[in-house]
């Protein structure tokens, strides 16, 4: 499966750790969000984009597995990429990395899209198809 990717960096804020000074676990969900949004806006498939079509795209399923931890004032980089698939459905990946370059966190979201009633698509939206094929991920 063809994939498209892009990395994009945050600095972890005070209100995002803990009393020892590292990122509450629960955080780290939000850090993928913030990978979405930017990956989003670099490659014009973003939240805004999706809702001028009629359609919002929530989370059925999501995933994060944590290896180390980020601390407060790190600035690290998330490594976002979208995995095509045939289905009506957005598939993310992520890595986190600390300012070190060490990988901190890995994770996964898969997303669907409903129309502004809250129904479920079960077929792919044109604007997702011609998305696709303007990033090369399908032929015309």
């Given amino acids: ?3 498209i990717s892009y990395t994009s960096e945050i600095r972890v804020r005070f209100n995002e750790t803990d009393p020892l000074g590292i990122v509450w676990h629960g955080n780290y969900i939000t850090y ?3 990978g979405r949004e930017a990956f989003g ?3 014009g ?8 079509q009629g ?3 929530p989370i059925v399923k999501s995933t994060c597995e944590h290896k180390l931890p980020l601390k407060y004032g790190d600035i690290a980089s998330i490594e976002t990429t979208f995995i095509d698939s045939p289905a009506a459905k957005m598939i993310f990946v992520y890595k986190i990395f600390n300012p070190q370059g060490a990988l901190v966190c890995t994770g996964e979201t898969i997303q669907v899209f409903t129309n502004n009633e809250g129904e479920l698509s079960l ?6 198809k011609d998305w696709k094929q303007s990033v090369g991920l399908i032929e015309a």
Avoid at 45 to 52: F, G, P, R
Avoid at 123 to 128: A, D, K, S
């Fill in 32 to 34: 993928f969000e913030d």
């Fill in 1 to 3: 499966m063809k994939k």
């Fill in 41 to 43: 806006m670099s490659h």
């Fill in 55 to 57: 359609y919002a795209t």
């Fill in 45 to 52: 498939i973003s939240y805004l984009d999706v809702k001028s």
């Fill in 123 to 128: 077929t792919t939206p044109q604007f997702f």
